[in-house]
């Protein structure tokens, strides 16, 4: 098989879609996002992308708890909450990834919480790196950056690190923490492009000037509005580069997602969270998608927790191609 022929199996709409789902709040304080993903799969998600979008799903239809990963102690370490359990559970979850990726599948990650993203990308970086020998670009759709370095973050919530991690900007030799990120699985600070920023860390606004980071804030969406920042995003990344999708429920202002750990007034809409999964759809260049932190045990009222799963489908199923015409 001819390396146009390897690029075209992974750029173009894949038959099979590979399926992890993560059970995971390890990375946080609050209880629940680890039946985000039960939630997503419960509300008839992964049939509605078979049955309507015409994908083979492949892997999880049941949701991994990763409990046999949880060491009997997990003290703190360089400031880290829960850094074995974390470290642990994301080596996993970087397998479970490249495996898909590496076999030409788009890659599905339901979530639990951001710190997962540490395990996504970092497979997704390795599988493009070994099958095409290129690098992935990460869109990552936030109201908060998650780059904060171990010694420069307040909490020490690990959900608030993943981007230092798979960047590189904060490291560790010891393997059973996160030493055994290679260089092979990190993503490159130009090939990362964030929207929806509204609540960032004076430390992280610090690193996003220090490394030029392409960052587009709620100031740039109501500037330009969301048709305009995606070109900018996507020119920014490049034509024809894989594109890892991360989005974080808690980017949608809390009247579209009030369901989610750190809600923060302001954000996008859901129209405007599903223009973006659509934009990048488009493209023809998505390998992975990451849907986190729904938590359904923290809305006022049961219908405040549907409204969240719903809009985490939605911007699903418009990263998968749904339309409305």
Same mark, same amino acid.
């Given at each position: ?42 509300? =008839? $998600?992964?049939?509605?992308? %078979?049955? @309507? ?6 892997? #999880?239809?049941?949701? /991994? +708890?990763? &409990? ?99 960047? =590189? $900007?904060?490291?560790?030799? %010891?393997? @059973? ?6 260089? #092979?699985?990190?993503? /490159? +600070?130009? &090939? ?134």
């Amino acid at each position: 098989m001819n390396r146009s022929t390897v690029e075209s199996r992974f750029l173009s709409k894949p038959e099979e879609l590979g399926v992890t789902a993560v059970g995971f709040s390890g990375g946080q304080p609050k209880a629940g996002v680890d039946v985000g993903p039960a939630a997503l799969i419960e509300s =008839g $998600l992964l049939t509605e992308i %078979r049955d @309507e979008l015409g994908y083979k799903i492949v892997g #999880d239809t049941a949701v /991994n +708890l990763y &409990k046999d990963l949880v060491p009997t102690e997990d003290p703190d370490y360089r400031g880290m909450k829960n850094p074995l359990t974390v470290s642990a559970v994301n080596r996993r979850l970087a397998d479970q990834v490249y495996k898909h990726a590496s076999e030409g599948r788009l890659a599905l990650t339901l979530g639990g919480d951001h710190s997962i993203a540490i395990g996504t990308v970092s497979g997704t970086a390795r599988a493009i790196r070994e099958r095409l020998n290129r690098e992935i670009a990460v869109i990552w759709v936030d109201a908060h950056a998650d780059i904060n370095t171990p010694e420069g973050s307040d909490s020490g919530n690990i959900h608030g690190m993943p981007l230092a991690f798979v960047t =590189g $900007l904060a490291k560790d030799e %010891r393997e @059973e923490y996160f030493g055994w990120l290679r260089d #092979d699985m990190r993503l /490159n +600070l130009r &090939k990362l492009v964030y929207i929806g920023l509204r609540d960032v860390d004076a430390h992280e606004k610090q690193i996003l000037r220090d490394n030029g980071i392409k960052a587009f804030s709620m100031f740039d969406v109501d500037r330009h509005g969301i048709g305009r920042v995606m070109e900018m995003a996507l020119a920014h990344i490049g034509a024809d580069t894989p594109i890892h999708l991360s989005f974080d429920v808690d980017a949608l202002d809390p009247m579209w997602a009030p369901s989610t750990g750190t809600p923060v007034r302001g954000g996008l809409t859901l129209r405007e969270g599903d223009y973006i999964c659509e934009a990048v759809h488009l493209t023809g260049q998505l390998v992975a998608i990451d849907l986190v932190e729904v938590n359904p045990s923290l809305a006022a009222t049961e219908a405040g927790a549907n409204e969240t799963v719903r809009a985490g489908c939605s911007l699903v199923r418009c990263a998968l191609g749904d339309t409305l015409l």
